[in-house]
């Protein structure tokens, strides 16, 4: 048999092998393209005015490195587990593993908070104008949020996997909301419209010099590259993950960063500077000033905010798809309360951690929005990148000790300075000082999710001693997401 063939065949109880490289590139972009490019883009360019595409840039590096040692342990390790995978092999200390689960899982519900809040307040937008009077303010937009949440929780419920066909569309629907903005840029320019100079003038309202305004504006700008870390954990159903995972997340990750730094661009050029920094719908984002502006013949405010509903949505849906599962694995796993592994008996969904992770989404958009925050996307998503920018360091460290092994034949290899790298920089960006002192409720939210994870698991390990059950903990790691 043919090394393809070997690779593409799929004995019985095994995941099928139906992801070539083109889905995978796909599948790739659209995780990374979501809520981030519509929510953020108008912060980073409030903070570095019009060198706005140089944050992105710099976040596509840092990610970068990291893309290079998830490639490195996922062609080495070729299970669907992720982080908690890597880092038990490197480390089989269990607290740590189940601290970096819990981690990931709070990631995909702080992300799925900040979609739902994305969503809600463009929701209101584009309902009101076909109904007056409809309300957008900051309550209203809770209460959205909220709604969507439970909605998104209600599928969960249903038992609905997740669709390639379904992600595909979405993708496609995110990219032409994208091709809207960049090419009314575009025609800016040639109209005369827009000021093409903007685009390298450095301007910072808090009279930051331009390296910390640059860190400040990547650790901001660093939701919109995660997601192609979820990758990996689809590599059981690939055809061909040695060679198809390398080029096509590498691939997506660049197509992803030209589409970030073109749209940057864009709103540099359209919308005056003084501008940015207070577009008409805050939490709605800036990109909808660009279309308003560049283009006023188009309704902008009433096709454009189901443009962003529909291109963040699924983002929304998948990570609590997510979330929900990998509560459900730690329960699997001995490591949660039994009960988060209870399933419904007819559509097999595990309904108590979809319950839980659903309280804990709407617990965090009333926490943030009562908090008085200006921007509840901001403090969510920066919570998000907060949570995975440790995880990246982790398994940055877990790489350089897994190279005791040895390495299968194919598999792909990083430069030993990448990881090395990686750890630095996703270190640096995590840090205090690359944040406004506004934005460490960032770790509130994180510690407190943490703190969560671990009273759940001191709960368990109290009662799994008490009945002098001595399982092992992540006894089937391998199998920690199925």
Known sequence: MSTEAAETSTEPGELKKVIGPKLLVLLIIGDVIGAGVFAITGPVSKEVGGVAWLPFLVAFVVATFTAFSYLELVTKYPQAAGAALYIHKAFGIHFVTFIVAFAVACSGITSAATSSTLVGKNLLIGIGQFIPGIPDGPTASMLSAIAIIVVLGLVNLRGIGESVKFNVILTCVTLLAMGIVIAIGFAAIIGGQ???????????????????????????????????????????????PKKDMPRMMLTGLGVCVIIYILVAVTVTIVIPPGDIANPKNPDAGVLLDVVRVGAPGIPVDVIFPFLTIFAVVNTALINMLMASRLLYGLAKQHVLPKPFAGVLPKRRSPWVSIIFTTILAIGLIVYVNLSGQKSIVGALGGTTALLLLCVFAVVNVALLVLRRDPTPSGAFRAPTIVPILGVITCIYLAGPWVRDRSAWIQYEIAGALLVIGIVLGLINWFFVHRKGDKTETFGDIEHLED
């Open 194 to 240: 827009g000021d093409l100079g903007r685009i390298v003038v450095f301007e910072n309202h808090s009279d930051r010099n331009m390296f910390a305004a640059v860190t400040m504006a990547t650790s901001v700008a660093f939701f919109a590259m995660v997601g192609f870390e979820d990758s990996v954990n689809l590599v059981e159903e690939c055809k061909n």
